[in-house]
């Protein structure tokens, strides 16, 4: 049976499909299995009764031989009927259809040629007893043609088997009664044999139709399941006719409504649902609505989601409205404009932050070059005027005096050596460092930075080997920053080597890089694995207990990275704690300087001649 509920609407069939239906069906064998034993017992049944009244009813009149021998035979029939649904009854619903078979028509004409010997015994009984026998076989004729329907042909064996004997023996009489007797019977077993045909056709047809409406049904019911499998999968949307009667919805309908599905079969119509979800009528247009990002109105849902609606018109006055569920897209579009908002305000706080540590560096950069020019004012009155004293140039002071000038001179140096340093640091943070570029010797500006670390850090004992080769090229570089680097490393060399220990300085090509390298290397207390990285890092020391033993504000390696990687080189450094410590800084090969044959530089930074 189909589903009564709204959600299950029954689609009226196309009746191009019941003509193809027809044309497809063909009556299979066991269709009629059950009718037609159910009618051979039947027929078993009216062939005892029957016969068995009528012999009875002559057997009063006549006591002949010839009564009890057709009633014998009428009783062999049955037998043979009975043997014949006994067969068909083990055969089952499969067997051949064998109703139109010559069997059926065998037994059939076999079961009516007894009915028919009847007609050997008129002679022998008086009119009213002929009467009754003719009367008799037209009941059997009669009420064969229906029972025999299923199979015509049998039927119409049947039906002229019974009547021939008595049409024969009314010709034979040779009265005018004996034709129209004749002229009847065989007039009404024509008619019984039509009526016969006609049964059969219409028993037919009816079975056809009842096989084609329960195929149509089967077909009906999987074309609706399969369009509400669509339905619920699709989004949410309801059809409903001209009077707002709901004809079919999707289960998310409901849902995005916050309606129970036993609520929409309830209401049936749209309207009062619409209002009881306390949504507009017109669900176009609401004053609740909202634009999405294509500026499409949004509606919010009972649910607490949000879809957008859109009505549209179908055929035969009914009308669709979906709601396409937009609850995702709009929660995303509401993140995104307050991740937006966010955005928006950290940029703000960024840039003015920016904007702060620029005014601050810019005051840093300033208050530095002021007090650098602050402090070195009177730190070169202090290391001039030392150095005068100490010179004895005006004559000699008292001999205790001697001692502190040096210490006034030296410290001065010493403080003078830091403020350059955090200078330095303050051009490298502001990245104006500038490279002026000339032509270097190494030779010289190792010896020259060798004397100046040694006045500054060494220890008068300390020896300083240093491996230059002859032939060594001339750096393209700034002199100044070479002589720091040199500086810095020799002195840090001198510092943390302890008694006296030797330092070696140098420099060489390397012949398969082109590139200069200039390296220091020292024996004394080396650094830590874990130290090596961060203490080129400004203001890093090795150990706290270092910087205490041997002084230092941990500046100059930060200055001596700055100053190669200013000339795009590299340093690279090998030290082991106890030791000793090698430190490399390496020069690209285009700032080695090439001289052809005729004595021209045809390195990259060569000063180029004006054209
Ligand atoms: P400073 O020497 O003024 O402390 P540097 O930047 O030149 O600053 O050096 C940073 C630290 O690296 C030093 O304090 C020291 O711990 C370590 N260091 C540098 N050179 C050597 C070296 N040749 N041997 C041992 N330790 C060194």
């Given at each position: 049976?189909?589903?009564?509920?709204?959600?299950?609407?029954?689609?009226?069939?196309?009746?191009?499909?019941?003509?193809?239906?027809?044309?497809?069906?063909?009556?299979?064998?066991?269709?009629?299995?059950?009718?037609?034993?159910?009618?051979?017992?039947?027929?078993?049944?009216?062939?005892?009764?029957?016969?068995?009244?009528?012999?009875?009813?002559?057997?009063?009149?006549?006591?002949?031989?010839?009564?009890?021998?057709?009633?014998?035979?009428?009783?062999?029939?049955?037998?043979?009927?009975?043997?014949?649904?006994?067969?068909?009854?083990?055969?089952?619903?499969?067997?051949?259809?064998?109703?139109?078979?010559?069997?059926?028509?065998?037994?059939?004409?076999?079961?009516?040629?007894?009915?028919?010997?009847?007609?050997?015994?008129?002679?022998?009984?008086?009119?009213?007893?002929?009467?009754?026998?003719?009367?008799?076989?037209?009941?059997?004729?009669?009420?064969?043609?229906?029972?025999?329907?299923?199979?015509?042909?049998?039927?119409?064996?049947?039906?002229?088997?019974?009547?021939?004997?008595?049409?024969?023996?009314?010709?034979?009489?040779?009265?005018?009664?004996?034709?129209?007797?004749?002229?009847?019977?065989?007039?009404?077993?024509?008619?019984?044999?039509?009526?016969?045909?006609?049964?059969?056709?219409?028993?037919?047809?009816?079975?056809?139709?009842?096989?084609?409406?329960?195929?149509?049904?089967?077909?009906?019911?999987?074309?609706?399941?399969?369009?509400?499998?669509?339905a619920d999968s699709s989004e949410a949307f309801v059809?409903?006719?001209?009077?707002?009667?709901?004809?079919?919805w999707s289960r998310r309908f409901?849902?995005?409504?916050?309606?129970?599905?036993?609520?929409?079969?309830?209401?049936?119509?749209?309207?009062?649902?619409?209002?009881?979800?306390?949504?507009?009528?017109?669900?176009?247009?609401?004053?609740?609505?909202?634009?999405?990002?294509?500026?499409?109105?949004?509606?919010?849902?009972?649910?607490?989601?949000?879809?957008?609606?859109?009505?549209?018109?179908?055929?035969?006055?009914?009308?669709?409205?979906?709601?396409?569920?937009?609850?995702?897209?709009?929660?995303?579009?509401?993140?995104?404009?307050?991740?937006?908002?966010?955005?928006?305000?950290?940029?703000?706080?960024?840039?003015?932050?920016?904007?702060?540590?620029?005014?601050?560096?810019?005051?840093?950069?300033?208050?530095?070059?002021?007090?650098?020019?602050?402090?070195?004012?009177?730190?070169?009155?202090?290391?001039?005027?030392?150095?005068?004293?100490?010179?004895?140039?005006?004559?000699?002071?008292?001999?205790?005096?001697?001692?502190?000038?040096?210490?006034?001179?030296?410290?001065?140096?010493?403080?003078?050596?830091?403020?350059?340093?955090?200078?330095?640091?303050?051009?490298?943070?502001?990245?104006?460092?500038?490279?002026?570029?000339?032509?270097?010797?190494?030779?010289?500006?190792?010896?020259?930075?060798?004397?100046?670390?040694?006045?500054?850090?060494?220890?008068?004992?300390?020896?300083?080997?240093?491996?230059?080769?002859?032939?060594?090229?001339?750096?393209?570089?700034?002199?100044?920053?070479?002589?720091?680097?040199?500086?810095?490393?020799?002195?840090?060399?001198?510092?943390?080597?302890?008694?006296?220990?030797?330092?070696?300085?140098?420099?060489?090509?390397?012949?398969?890089?082109?590139?200069?390298?200039?390296?220091?290397?020292?024996?004394?207390?080396?650094?830590?694995?874990?130290?090596?990285?961060?203490?080129?890092?400004?203001?890093?020391?090795?150990?706290?207990?270092?910087?205490?033993?041997?002084?230092?504000?941990?500046?100059?390696?930060?200055?001596?990275?700055?100053?190669?990687?200013?000339?795009?080189?590299?340093?690279?450094?090998?030290?082991?704690?106890?030791?000793?410590?090698?430190?490399?800084?390496?020069?690209?090969?285009?700032?080695?300087?090439?001289?052809?044959?005729?004595?021209?530089?045809?390195?990259?930074?060569?000063?180029?001649?004006?054209?």
């Amino acid at each position: 049976m189909p589903d009564s509920s709204p959600h299950r609407v029954f689609f009226p069939p196309d009746p191009g499909s019941v003509r193809a239906i027809s044309t497809t069906i063909d009556i299979p064998a066991s269709a009629f299995h059950g009718s037609f034993q159910k009618i051979l017992l039947i027929y078993a049944g009216t062939t005892v009764c029957f016969p068995s009244i009528t012999c009875l009813l002559l057997w009063q009149q006549l006591q002949d031989h010839w009564v009890l021998a057709w009633w014998l035979l009428h009783m062999l029939a049955v037998v043979i009927i009975v043997i014949d649904w006994y067969i068909r009854r083990q055969q089952g619903a499969a067997a051949a259809p064998r109703w139109q078979g010559p069997v059926d028509i065998m037994v059939a004409g076999f079961s009516g040629l007894v009915w028919g010997a009847g007609a050997l015994g008129m002679p022998q009984i008086d009119t009213a007893s002929q009467l009754l026998l003719v009367a008799v076989i037209a009941g059997v004729i009669g009420g064969s043609a229906p029972a025999l329907a299923l199979m015509p042909a049998a039927g119409a064996a049947f039906i002229v088997n019974v009547a021939w004997p008595y049409a024969v023996y009314f010709l034979t009489q040779g009265s005018v009664i004996g034709y129209g007797m004749a002229a009847l019977i065989v007039g009404y077993v024509g008619a019984m044999i039509v009526a016969n045909r006609v049964l059969h056709s219409i028993m037919v047809r009816n079975w056809r139709l009842s096989s084609e409406n329960t195929a149509l049904y089967d077909r009906i019911r999987k074309a609706q399941d399969e369009l509400l499998d669509i339905a619920d999968s699709s989004e949410a949307f309801v059809f409903f006719d001209h009077a707002g009667r709901m004809l079919l919805w999707s289960r998310r309908f409901p849902a995005l409504l916050g309606l129970a599905e036993s609520d929409l079969k309830r209401h049936g119509a749209l309207q009062p649902l619409l209002e009881r979800a306390g949504l507009p009528p017109d669900l176009t247009t609401s004053h609740d609505a909202v634009a999405d990002d294509a500026g499409r109105p949004v509606l919010p849902m009972p649910n607490g989601g949000w879809a957008r609606a859109s009505l549209r018109d179908l055929p035969h006055g009914d009308r669709a409205l979906f709601l396409v569920d937009v609850t995702e897209q709009q929660q995303a579009s509401s993140q995104l404009q307050s991740q937006n908002t966010r955005l928006e305000e950290l940029f703000r706080e960024v840039s003015s932050a920016r904007d702060a540590a620029l005014r601050a560096s810019q005051a840093k950069s300033t208050f530095l070059a002021n007090m650098s020019h602050e402090l070195r004012t009177p730190l070169n009155a202090v290391i001039g005027f030392s150095d005068i004293i100490r010179r004895k140039l005006f004559g000699s002071v008292s001999p205790k005096y001697d001692e502190y000038i040096d210490d006034v001179y030296n410290s001065g140096c010493h403080l003078l050596g830091i403020i350059d340093d955090i200078l330095d640091l303050a051009r490298i943070e502001a990245n104006q460092i500038v490279v002026q570029e000339s032509r270097v010797d190494l030779a010289e500006e190792i010896a020259t930075s060798i004397r100046l670390a040694s006045q500054q850090f060494g220890p008068a004992s300390a020896s300083i080997t240093v491996a230059v080769p002859d032939d060594l090229p001339a750096l393209h570089a700034d002199a100044r920053l070479v002589r720091q680097i040199l500086i810095n490393l020799v002195g840090n060399a001198l510092k943390f080597s302890p008694g006296g220990l030797p330092v070696e300085v140098g420099a060489r090509l390397e012949p398969a890089s082109n590139e200069i390298q200039l390296w220091v290397r020292d024996y004394g207390i080396g650094i830590a694995k874990q130290d090596q990285a961060r203490i080129f890092d400004p203001f890093e020391q090795a150990g706290a207990h270092l910087s205490r033993n041997f002084g230092g504000v941990g500046l100059g390696l930060s200055l001596v990275r700055a100053f190669v990687v200013a000339h795009q080189g590299r340093l690279a450094i090998d030290s082991e704690p106890g030791k000793g410590t090698l430190i490399t800084a390496s020069f690209p090969a285009t700032r080695t300087v090439n001289m052809n044959d005729r004595g021209e530089d045809t390195s990259r930074f060569a000063p180029r001649r004006a054209q």
